[in-house]
């Protein structure tokens, strides 16, 4: 029999929740730096950049590496690398958030910033899919504690590519859940919805599980972290019914403080419940994880089965936008991994 962690790679696996900006290293953003810099940081300053204590030090972090993106070539290398880590854990498809918010607010929301660095996504998508045989989807993250303006901007901008750049498969909310929640958002997702775009949203990661209902009160269609939905029984109740998916972080919320260990973390019990849990790395260069880590981390931390990883594998799937036919492939070939 394989190692765990060869079949862990083998296994076809979808990430949902995972932040291009997060998914930088070190050595990329001083690449990145030797390009721009006249004196390009070290691999110990940049290092440095990625370093918090807390939730609230964990998003000016994740601003600060973003900053330094800056020509659509940067975001172009930044997700050609994140698809080659990706492919090397053996992920087959990923729904990938970008934080449009911050790219209009370091840009002094220009309007004509976005498209070039849109292009640039693209070309790494493009490559990925012919080299790699690699599938990939956008998800334009907006900042929910900017006004709310900014997320109509970004909303507006996923609605008005999509059409002809369907890679743009939906929306999302990020930033700072105890400083605004979903209802200022319901409009703005009432109307990506009638443009054909999927929503998603953050709650209950630093949060009560009421912040978590008004995401779905709103449209929310995939809830990330919903890490407090574990204090509130009729809440379970109602996701299991629904099957809504939650994109779970465990070492995330580890890192962030939201949780004190990945065993104390409720995926477990959720899964025991038979919610439809997925798991996913959200900023891996941040904490200091990925994909293939976290399940061999459900393996050994929550005594996850081959068989229970297996059906993690087939819960991404299910919960990913992508249509049926790709699914029913993709569920297939986990049937057969040995
Ligand atoms: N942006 C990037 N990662 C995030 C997280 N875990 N929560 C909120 N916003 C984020
Ligand atoms: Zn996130």
Same mark, same amino acid.
């Given at each position: 029999m394989s190692t765990i962690a060869s079949f862990i790679r083998r296994l076809p696996k979808a990430e949902l929740h995972l932040h291009l900006e997060g998914a930088i290293l070190p050595a990329t953003l001083v690449e990145l730096s030797q390009r721009h810099d006249a004196r390009p940081l070290t691999l110990p300053e940049a290092e440095t950049? =990625?370093? =918090?204590?807390?939730f609230s030090g964990f998003l000016d972090a994740f601003k600060a590496v973003t900053a330094r993106l800056i020509t659509p070539e940067d975001y172009e290398l930044a997700a050609w690398r994140m698809i080659q880590q990706l492919a090397a854990q053996g992920v087959v498809h990923a729904e990938v958030y970008i934080s449009v918010g911050v790219i209009y607010r370091w840009r002094d929301h220009d309007p004509a910033a976005f498209e070039p660095i849109f292009a640039g996504l693209e070309r790494a998508r493009l490559r990925g899919q012919a080299e790699l045989g690699f599938s990939l989807y956008w998800i334009f993250d907006a900042v929910r504690? =900017? $006004?709310?303006e900014e997320a109509e901007r970004v909303f507006r901008k996923a609605a008005e590519l999509r059409p002809a750049h $369907?890679? &743009? &498969?939906g929306i999302g909310l990020g930033g700072d859940e105890r400083r605004t929640g979903s209802e200022p958002f319901r409009a703005l997702y009432a109307e990506a919805r009638q443009a054909g775009l999927r929503l998603t949203n953050h709650a209950g990661e630093t949060t009560p599980p009421a912040a978590i209902r008004e995401a779905l009160a709103i449209g929310s269609e995939r809830i990330g972290h919903a890490v407090s939905a574990i204090q509130d029984f009729h809440l379970l109740q109602d996701l299991k019914e629904r099957q809504v998916p939650l994109e779970l972080n465990p070492t995330s919320n580890v890192r962030t403080g939201v949780c004190p260990s990945f065993a104390a973390h409720p995926l477990r019990r959720y899964f025991d419940l038979g919610l439809l849990v997925t798991l996913n790395s959200d900023d891996p260069a941040f904490f200091g994880s990925d994909l293939a880590g976290e399940y061999l981390l459900a393996h050994? #931390? #929550?005594? =996850?089965s081959r068989e229970e990883l297996r059906q993690l594998a087939r819960n991404s799937i299910r919960a990913s936008f992508l249509p049926t036919p790709e699914k029913t492939a993709w569920l297939a070939q986990i049937e057969t991994t040995k």
């Open positions: 950049l =990625f370093r =918090f204590h807390d504690h =900017f $006004p709310v $369907p890679s &743009i &498969i050994t #931390q #929550q005594a =996850f």
